[in-house]
């Protein structure tokens, strides 16, 4: 799967509000330092866990399922298994027509899901991580693909 630096870039732009699906309380899992720089950028994340239902994850209550959510849902971002992608996608659907992209995490893939979504008009990116596609495509990632924060003039 390829994606035009064009396109992930007005997803990115476009995107308000992220429901991420899989989101960890743990601060070292991907899923919950994806989700914080997300937030950090500005995004509304909506954390959607039912191991941690009635927590609070970066200001937002988690919850169980995309089906609890009753705010317009911009980007559902999977943090899940590739095999349990079909449901989640079509719990996501539900959110059309504000729904507009449908985005699995690095190592998430599902044709199937992705067919069924595009069908509906969704923008579907498999394999790929919001994160770093926002830093590589928004000028933040350094040599070695990290953003160190330090500004130095050493090369």
């Known amino acids: 799967m390829t994606y035009?630096?064009?396109?992930?870039?007005t997803i990115l732009n476009r995107t308000k509000v992220v429901a991420v699906v899989g989101v960890s309380m743990n601060p070292v899992r991907p899923s919950y330092y994806v989700a914080r720089y997300?937030?950090?950028?500005?995004?509304?994340?909506i954390p959607v866990n039912p191991g941690h239902v009635g927590k609070t994850l970066f200001g937002e209550p988690i919850v169980g399922d995309l089906t609890e959510i009753d705010a317009p849902v911009d980007m559902v971002d999977i943090f899940r298994r590739s095999e349990a992608v079909p449901p989640i996608v079509d719990?996501?659907?539900?959110?059309?027509?504000?729904?507009?992209?449908v985005w699995?995490?690095?190592?998430?893939?599902?044709?199937t899901a992705t067919a069924i979504a595009e069908a509906q008009g969704i923008d579907v990116i498999q394999n790929r991580?919001?994160?770093?596609?926002?830093?590589?495509?928004?000028?933040?990632?350094r040599?070695?693909?990290?953003?160190?924060?330090?500004?130095?003039?050493?090369?």
Do not use: N, W
């Open 38 to 45: 997300l937030s950090l950028k500005g995004y509304r994340v």
């Open 143 to 155: 040599m070695g693909g990290f953003a160190t924060g330090v500004i130095s003039s050493k090369l």
């Open 4 to 9: 035009s630096d064009t396109h992930l870039k």
């Open 129 to 141: 991580c919001p994160k770093i596609e926002y830093q590589r495509l928004f000028g933040e990632l």
């Open 91 to 101: 719990a996501a659907l539900q959110h059309l027509p504000h729904l507009k992209t």
């Open 104 to 111: 699995m995490q690095i190592g998430v893939e599902h044709a």
